[in-house]
């Protein structure tokens, strides 16, 4: 009896490795005959975003740097995690999408490891101007279509749901929450919607004038100034009235200071048409998606959507109006506007945006 149950079990452990062995080759023949690249190119870009020639150029670029230990190929890992940072789909319902037939763990190591791979090799995509000419060109930008000279960038903040990280000794998860439930990164863009500046280091507790006091950008800003110069980021009322960063007037009085308000309005909403964009191009990270990770790993998918996003819009690749979704945060009322005064800078700074209202539709001024 005790060796027909030994006979039993052999048996039935030698038909366990078959059918495993048969769904291992049966995985591979999935992974070598279906091809994400078989779609058509409307079809591809619905669902990557990427036109396919631009897709492999990416592939190609990155692939000579690949360390990863798989058997699985670079373009179908890189080709899983586009599909989940633009769908914003489960892991496991990205890992059995007909193309990619992978388990849940192994696609999870996959969108880290490109994501870092994608943030080592393409963070320069990602960088304020560093030339003369490329500040004229923003600067003239953002004139031509919205009358204001010195304009380098806009400046905001927006919103990005993940879970509240666990309490540590460094962290405290209510930090996290912002006053609308969400948490929030800084951002500066300029007139084509290409990010200049991201900043996803700060819980969504912190004010926006409180990111700002550390921002780079600002660090960047402050040690390139000069007294007369025409150079300065627009940013609301959550923001400081610095000589490098304008604000609305609080209670505007002349039809000049009126117009500077509606002009500024126009112009600082460039940030947040591009925050519609690359949430409408990237859904993981959009409001109705909630990155159910460590903050840590959440701040390496937005930085890299936004290098994504500059891309396509460097490459002229852009969505229509019908893609993009729409804003649900509430207009501006400038009837309402207060200012910070953030000391040494605040009395600069109204004389510097004093200098800006009046340069206002004069033709003649030779500064942009």
């Not at 496991?92 to 190591?109: D, E, K, L």
């Not at 309490?167 to 929030?184: A, F, I």
Request: glycine share 4%; hydrophobic share 35%.
């Amino acid at each position: 009896m005790a060796d027909e149950v030994g006979l039993f079990y052999l048996m039935m452990k030698k038909r366990e490795e078959e059918e495993s062995y048969i769904r291992r080759r049966n995985l591979t023949v999935l992974r070598n005959k279906k091809d994400p690249f078989s779609y058509e190119e409307n079809t591809f870009r619905k669902f990557f975003r990427f036109p396919k020639s631009l897709c492999w150029d990416l592939i190609n670029q990155l692939k000579p740097y690949d360390k990863q230990q798989t058997s699985i190929p670079f373009e179908l890992r890189f080709i899983s995690v586009l599909y989940f940072l633009c769908n914003g789909s489960y892991q496991c319902c990205v890992g059995n999408a007909y193309f990619a037939v992978m388990s849940q763990p192994t696609i999870s190591r996959c969108i880290e490891y490109i994501c870092k791979l994608v943030v080592e090799r393409k963070h320069g995509e990602v960088r304020f101007p560093n030339s003369v000419e490329e500040y004229k060109r923003i600067k003239t930008g953002f004139y031509s279509n919205f009358g204001i000279k010195g304009v380098i960038g806009a400046i905001d903040c927006t919103h990005v749901g993940i879970i509240a990280p666990a309490l540590s000794n460094t962290v405290v998860p209510h930090d996290y929450m912002n006053r609308k439930g969400y948490y929030s990164i800084e951002a500066v863009c300029d007139d084509e919607l290409i990010f200049r500046h991201v900043n996803a280091k700060f819980p969504g507790s912190c004010h926006d004038s409180g990111i700002w006091t550390t921002s780079p950008a600002r660090i960047k800003l402050i040690r390139e100034h000069s007294d007369g110069a025409f150079k300065w980021l627009l940013g609301d009322s959550g923001y400081p009235l610095e000589p490098w960063l304008l604000t609305p007037v609080a209670n505007p009085e002349t039809p000049n200071e009126q117009n500077f308000n509606t002009r500024h309005i126009r112009a600082r909403n460039t940030i947040e048409k591009a925050f519609e964009v690359l949430k409408s191009r990237f859904r993981s990270i959009s409001r109705e998606r909630t990155l159910r990770y460590k903050h840590s790993k959440a701040a390496l998918f937005i930085y890299t959507c936004t290098i994504f996003h500059n891309i396509l819009q460097k490459r002229g690749i852009f969505l229509n109006e019908t893609e993009i979704l729409p804003d649900r945060s509430p207009p501006e009322n400038v009837e309402t506007i207060s200012e910070i005064h953030s000391g040494e800078y605040y009395t600069r700074g109204r004389a510097t945006r004093q200098r800006c209202i009046n340069t206002l539709d004069n033709k003649n001024s030779t500064n942009i």
